[in-house]
């Protein structure tokens, strides 16, 4: 049984289209609107970047999408510009149940950190708050879903793992960049931090 469903980046810019599309992005919105009928507790995790944001190629002279940089926590993928604050690639794909949610976590708002997980920003200890809600509100089996698997939905669920959660991660509802093989390192990661995948 799963107390929380947490619906991980299903906005347009993720989807077909998009400024970052994720192959086959939208394909994961029918099976998360079906999952979250089960949930207890919905929470729907938006990208939200400003224009300067450090990890936009577009801010890096000289370096394009998919080059990596060294950031002060270590090393960055440069993307293309995504899911800049308050546009339409930011917004959730309208397919999407987001009347269902309790709580919407927005990440990566500042211009000098990447935000991958829902619970840790990109140096492992910039907290977005959702530990202290789900722990306030005593949620502690969480099902993740969305995109993109071998990223944000990877880093989710890793923190996740660590922080004591019983974390499943619903592979069908579920899409991947793939960078260089990053979807069976992601695969491989999450079995090793004891993250079901169904
Ligand atoms: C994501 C790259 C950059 C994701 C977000 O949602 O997986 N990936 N920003
Ligand atoms: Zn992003």
Same mark, same amino acid.
């Given at each position: 049984m799963t107390d929380t469903l947490i619906v991980v980046d299903v906005q347009n810019d993720f989807c077909p289209g998009g400024a970052l599309a994720v192959p086959d992005g939208?394909?994961?919105?029918?099976p998360i609107n079906a999952e979250m009928s089960k949930a207890q507790a919905v929470i729907l995790?938006?990208?939200w970047h400003p224009a300067d944001h450090q990890s936009f190629?577009?801010?890096?002279?000289?370096k394009t999408p998919y080059d990596t940089v060294e950031m002060p926590y270590?090393?960055?993928?440069?993307?293309?510009?995504?899911?800049?604050i308050g546009s339409d690639g930011a917004a959730f794909h309208k397919g999407l149940d987001t009347?269902?949610?309790d709580l919407i976590v927005r990440k990566g708002f500042r211009p000098e950190i990447d935000s991958y997980s829902a619970f840790f920003e990109n140096d492992r200890e910039t907290p977005t708050g959702l530990h202290g809600?789900?722990?306030t509100r005593g949620l502690t089996t969480l099902t993740l &879903?969305? *995109?993109a698997f071998d990223f944000c !939905? %990877?880093?989710?669920?890793?923190?996740? &793992?660590? *922080?004591?959660?019983?974390?499943? !991660? %619903?592979d069908t509802a579920c899409r991947a960049i793939d960078l260089d093989g990053s979807e069976a390192a992601a695969r491989d990661a999450m079995r090793e931090a004891g993250v079901r995948i169904a």
């Open positions: 939208d394909a994961v919105v029918a995790t938006q990208d190629a577009s801010n890096h002279t000289g270590g090393p960055q993928i440069l993307w293309p510009d995504h899911c800049l009347a269902r949610a809600y789900l722990q &879903a969305g *995109l !939905v %990877l880093y989710s669920a890793l923190d996740a &793992a660590k *922080l004591g959660y019983d974390v499943t !991660v %619903l």
